[in-house]
């Protein structure tokens, strides 16, 4: 038997995904060396960003990109969960494969579509309907208050929503799928009802995998870029509002890449990247460790 | 020879529950026709005959667990107690709470802890047990099912870290736990080395004297050994029921001279 063969090829292929892993942390070390050597660390917490006076800060970026993903993950897992249980659970047959395919082709959707979709129809909704609603319900809470302009944090977030949900229902029904109907019919004949055999057999089996969903879809909702772009408004500003516009790591990339004329400025753009490779990294990090503490004692076989 | 109908147990002992021209399909296909049977309460009924006789599908037909699969449906009666389970307004659950059931596979489950598997069916419907109302269940079902001294020292350990025979065991546990009438156990042994056999074997004669047990088993040993009724069903129908001596010395029926001397099957 080739065995070894097997096992070389999985040592080289896993080796080289390392090295490409540490390569591309290398090059942006070093592509964003003059603003480290100019700013140091207070380039984390400053919120100046002035290309033309050579000032730099990331506050705002982080800020927005950890803003809308984390919203909008809160908000998907809640509604994309709820969906993945109906169809996997209780949708008759007739209607749960057609409507699992219909996600999966929305999970399939280009961003830039929902971008133009965002900015059309999406964001004069949320300056008309959505906003003045939420003001009127909700406007003493600092997070809906000031003008609404339609592009803006919220919109950014509820486009993101949309573009996440199908992954996170997509991967979790999978999931649910997965769990074997024994362990269904085994609770049905201790006299439990369809629901309580999903909430005490099939969720608990299934937690791993959802979660695993959600990073996913959080780690897709991070690094998106042309959505947010098209629909966030791109002023690098921290407020507390979500009418207010925002920008977000991804973004400002994208879009002052080919202006970078000076140094620092590349270096500083280069930086951000670094700072949004790092941001996922901790962020799945983070996701890991917090699904080991949730499991407790019982691991799944 | 069944010319009056149903076939009844003899005389003396009270029917706990019967099946009155009980079919049952899968889609087009007809797994049951026309059952009629009685089962005599505080007995072991053994239900044998070929794979895929319909043995299964008749103890699901008994617990309302035949209409989970899609596709599926049943005609006839199923009476618990002289009432029908499938009878207008009757909830399956409240029906599965008094007929508990035991798989082939052990089936533990596996996000539980050998304590949560044994009160797994009790905390339903919303009730919340005391700590020492449930160590109390816990220990009453682990020790009806000859489990207790094996596991009293790891009732926190998962249901699945059990051997396969203990994990059986567990799972009588967790249907006894529920306080069930009757009991259907589905070849329960099937995947099991011969002392956890003998072991469970053991164990059905003693809860004969509290429960109404129904035991599908495949081997014929099984059912002499530990039954004091057969039912042997071939192709979906009842070909003889009777007391298992009877069954097993002098079948009436030629089919179950073959089967049970083992000319087919
Ligand atoms: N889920 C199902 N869908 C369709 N047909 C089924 C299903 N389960 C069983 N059947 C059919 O119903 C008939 C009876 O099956 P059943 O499982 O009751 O047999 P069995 O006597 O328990 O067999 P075994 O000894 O192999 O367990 C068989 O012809 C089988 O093919
Ligand atoms: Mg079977």
Request: aromatic content about 8%.
């Amino acid at each position: 038997m080739a065995g070894w063969l097997f096992f070389l090829a999985m040592d080289l292929a896993c080796g080289l995904f390392l090295l490409v892993v540490g390569g591309i942390f290398l090059e942006l070390l070093a592509g964003s060396w003059p603003s480290i050597r100019a700013f140091g660390l207070s380039f984390l917490w400053t919120s100046a960003w002035d290309p033309v006076a050579g000032k730099f800060g990331a506050l705002p970026f982080i800020y927005g990109t950890l803003v809308s993903s984390l919203v909008a993950i809160a908000l998907a897992a809640g509604v994309g969960l709820l969906a993945a249980i109906y169809l996997a659970e209780f949708a008759p047959g007739w209607l749960g494969a057609p409507l699992g395919l219909l996600i999966e082709l929305l999970a399939a959707v280009p961003s830039v579509v929902y971008g133009l979709w965002g900015l059309f129809v999406l964001s004069p909704i949320v300056r008309s309907q959505i906003g003045p609603f939420l003001q009127a319900t909700l406007g003493f809470l600092p997070l809906f208050s000031g003008p609404i302009y339609g592009v803006g944090m919220l919109t950014a977030i509820l486009i993101l929503v949309l573009m996440i949900v199908p992954t996170v229902v997509a991967v979790s029904r999978d999931v649910l799928l997965a769990v074997p109907d024994i362990q269904r019919e085994s609770m049905l004949a201790l006299g439990a009802t369809r629901w309580e055999v999903t909430r005490r057999v099939v969720l608990p089996a299934a937690r791993g995998g959802i979660f695993g969903a959600c990073v996913l879809a959080l780690g897709r909702a991070v690094g998106e870029t042309i959505a947010t772009t098209m629909v966030i408004g791109n002023r690098p500003v921290i407020s507390a509002s979500l009418f207010a516009p925002g920008y977000t790591l991804a973004s400002v990339i994208a879009n002052e890449f080919t202006e970078a004329t000076t140094t620092v400025y590349l270096g500083a753009l280069t930086e951000l990247g670094l700072l949004l490779f790092v941001l996922s990294l901790i962020v799945n990090g983070l996701a890991r460790v917090l699904l080991r503490a949730l499991s407790g004692g019982l691991r799944q076989a | 020879m069944f010319a009056s109908g149903a076939v009844t147990v003899s005389g003396s002992m009270t029917v706990k529950l019967a099946c009155r021209g009980l079919s049952a399909y899968f889609g087009q296909l007809r797994a049951l026709h026309d059952i009629n049977l009685d089962i005599a309460t505080n007995s072991v009924t053994a239900v044998i005959g070929p794979s895929g006789c319909g043995k299964s599908t008749l103890v699901r037909c008994f617990n309302r667990m035949h209409e989970v699969v899609g596709g599926a449906r049943v005609e006839g009666q199923v009476l618990l107690d002289g009432e029908d389970v499938y009878g207008p307004g009757v909830d399956a659950p409240a029906v599965r709470r008094r007929i508990g059931m035991v798989f082939q596979r052990p089936t533990p489950f596996p996000t539980m802890t050998i304590e949560e598997n044994v009160v797994a069916g009790l905390s339903l419907d919303g009730n919340r047990l005391s700590r020492t109302a449930k160590e109390r269940v816990v220990e009453r079902g682990l020790r009806q099912a000859a489990l207790w001294d094996e596991v009293k020292d790891q009732l926190g350990k998962p249901g699945t870290s059990l051997s396969g025979g203990q994990q059986q065991r567990l799972c009588i546990a967790r249907a006894l736990a529920v306080e069930p009438e009757v009991l259907l156990l589905d070849e329960p042994c099937s995947q099991l080395d011969p002392i956890s056999t003998a072991r469970i074997e053991e164990l059905l004669s003693e809860l004969a004297a509290d429960y109404t047990i129904v035991l599908v088993t495949h081997n014929m040993q099984q059912a002499a050994r530990a039954s004091n009724f057969t039912a042997f069903l071939l192709g979906g129908k009842l070909v003889e029921f009777g007391e298992t001596n009877q069954i097993f010395t002098n079948p009436a029926c030629r089919e179950t001279e073959d089967y049970v001397t083992g000319r087919f099957g």
